[in-house]
């Protein structure tokens, strides 16, 4: 006999369900909402120019050719290299900051690295005009390519604006997303974890390789995803070094564009419906390509977590 | 083989307390030694002295002498003490990123052993020793967090004389466990006596009866008897450990 028991629940907690529910439920629909949106408004675009519209280099407003290239090369390629700079510094300072820093030191500093995110990205743009460009234009890209100028990346005029600037300032921006998490992810780590590596003989490098990375990668991946979508969307400040010339270089030195910077600068002069609808679906793009890139992080990290066969970590 | 231990005038601090007094003893070879005492004694304190993991632990303080085997630990570096003297925690830490097998050559690996066939062969021999291998010989590619609780403790067992210790030490290595679990372990740690130096803090003075050769009675940080077990459970010298032990305090 088998007789499903119900507990009766409250009218309140009935109540609260549902308007959690459709809370976030309104989540799902914006989201799709907007999808369709930009969609729809992009559709002259993608009739007029089918796939070619991703594959095409060519962004020339006046003989109304569209080819959205350069764009996604751009905002790939500044992503990829702030996350190359930032991941490995913004780990290092929470690895200082959470197992190597005395208690006081740890607070400022954690603090100083948490402001630095605060700061807004204009700021950070002007900082990158006057101070960032200048300087890799007269010692970083020349000194460079003087000593690593057989590898392409590295090759041509030193501008300052372009592809280089626009990665470095990025990963400015999101180090200290990456830190803060990874810090916050390694401070849950259960001491008895570290008191095992160290009974064993670990010195604190192989305690924080064997008993605290470990513990801590799921969530430090979920940084590294989280600095990754702000570079992705992140307008104001590449805009202001990045250089904005559609064109695919191979060199790190020369000028580029990313979507974001593309849609913000020419939104404005956009003066008759295939440009505009061009630029949505730019638009579009960039927000396909996040979604992508963050369901694939997600399915990277469900892979990592698993680990040995019985212990999930997640 | 065991390693003798001698401890004399040992103070230690936590914070602003001062957890330990002054210890002075001798912690023979080969042997079963029980620290019983109730909590915040000390006990705990102590044996995290011996492997000075204590302080790992930021705002603690020592001083006084630890002799091990003639050498004193204060002049070694903590990291190869830890390796001839392991430990074992109260509630079993296993790796959980770790297999079963991973566990147990953990600390054999940070020795810089990478040879798969001695790992192997490590493995097998410690999880024998401790009385696990034929529970999980296989599944030893499956986490160790996949093990009941007293299988777990048995891993860390495991995974704490794989790198060959002289001295374990126990710190209330059963509190956590069910009594069959329990059983287990104290088994073990009889069957182990004879090559190690054991020294287990326990609030179970029954477990201290059974299965030490020694106990000590820590009382607020300083050290009232220390003897062979039976005498101390039959015929207690000082009236405090009459009185702890008879059940009046503690």
Same mark, same amino acid.
């Given at each position: ?124 743009g002007l900082w990158g005009i006057f101070v960032l460009a200048p ?26 604006f372009?592809?280089?600037a ?74 202001m070094v ?73 | ?137 296989? %599944?030893? !590619? @499956? ?8 299988? =777990? $403790?048995?891993?860390? *067992? #495991?995974?704490?004389? +794989? ?29 182990? %006596?004879? !090559? @190690? ?8 003075? =029954? $477990?201290?009866?059974? *299965? #030490?050769?020694?106990? +000590? ?34």
């Amino acid at each position: 006999m088998s007789k499903k028991r119900r507990f009766k629940t409250s009218l309140g907690d009935q109540f609260l369900r549902l308007v959690t529910f459709l809370m976030a439920f309104s989540v799902l629909v914006l989201m799709a909402w907007m999808g369709w949106q930009m969609f729809d408004a992009a559709r002259p675009s993608i009739h007029t120019f089918g796939f070619g519209f991703i594959t095409s280099r060519v962004w020339d407003p006046v003989k109304e050719q569209f080819g959205a290239l350069p764009f996604i090369y751009g905002t790939l390629m500044t992503s990829l290299l702030a996350l190359l700079l930032a991941a490995p510094i913004g780990l290092g300072v929470a690895i200082f900051l959470n197992e190597m820093a005395e208690s006081k030191f740890r607070a400022v500093i954690g603090f100083l690295v948490e402001m630095l995110a605060a700061i807004p990205s204009v700021v950070y743009g002007l900082w990158g005009i006057f101070v960032l460009a200048p300087w890799l234009r007269e010692t970083v890209e020349p000194g460079l390519a003087k000593w690593l100028g057989f590898v392409p990346l590295f090759q041509g005029t030193p501008v300052g604006f372009g592809m280089l600037a626009g990665g470095l300032i990025l990963a400015m921006m999101i180090l200290p997303t990456i830190a803060a998490i990874s810090r916050e992810v390694m401070a849950s780590v259960p001491n008895m974890q570290r008191e095992a590596a160290l009974a064993l003989g670990a010195t604190k490098w192989e305690m924080i390789k064997v008993a605290v990375l470990p513990y801590a990668k799921t969530g430090i991946m979920g940084g590294i995803m989280l600095g990754l979508g702000r570079a992705l969307g992140e307008t104001m400040a590449v805009t202001m070094v990045i250089g904005n010339r559609p064109d695919i270089l191979p060199s790190l030195f020369a000028p580029a564009y990313s979507m974001a910077a593309v849609i913000a600068n020419e939104f404005t002069e956009a003066t008759y419906d295939l440009y505009l609808s061009a630029l949505v679906e730019v638009g579009f793009i960039l927000f396909g390509i996040t979604l992508v890139l963050n369901f694939l992080a997600r399915l990277l990290v469900w892979s990592v977590a698993r680990g040995p066969k019985g212990g999930n970590l997640v | 083989m065991g390693q003798t231990l001698s401890v004399r005038k040992l103070e230690a601090w936590y914070g602003p307390n001062k957890t330990l007094k002054g210890i002075n003893m001798e912690i023979e070879a080969n042997h079963v030694t029980a620290i019983i005492g109730p909590s915040g004694c000390g006990k705990s304190t102590f044996v995290r002295c011996i492997n000075r993991m204590h302080e790992t632990l930021p705002g603690t303080k020592v001083i006084g002498e630890i002799i091990l085997d003639g050498e004193s630990i204060y002049d070694q570096d903590p990291v190869a003490l830890r390796k001839t003297v392991g430990m074992v925690f109260q509630k079993p830490n296993p790796f959980p990123s770790m297999s079963i097998f991973e566990n147990v050559v953990a600390g054999v690996r940070l020795n810089g052993q990478r040879n798969k066939q001695n790992l192997q062969a490590i493995a097998e021999r410690s999880l024998r020793m401790a009385a696990l291998w034929d529970e999980v010989k296989d %599944r030893l !590619n @499956y986490s160790g967090i996949s093990l009941s609780g007293g299988q =777990q $403790q048995r891993l860390c *067992i #495991a995974r704490a004389l +794989a790198v060959e210790p002289a001295v374990l030490l126990m710190d209330e290595p059963a509190s956590a466990l069910d009594p069959i679990a329990t059983t287990h372990i104290e088994e073990l740690i009889r069957q182990l %006596r004879d !090559n @190690y130096t054991i020294l287990i803090v326990t609030h179970n003075m =029954q $477990q201290a009866a059974r *299965i #030490a050769d020694s106990t +000590a009675f820590f009382l607020n940080g300083e050290l009232v008897e220390h003897g062979a077990t039976s005498e101390i459970f039959t015929n207690p010298k000082d009236k405090r450990t009459e009185d702890y032990i008879t059940g009046r305090f503690g």
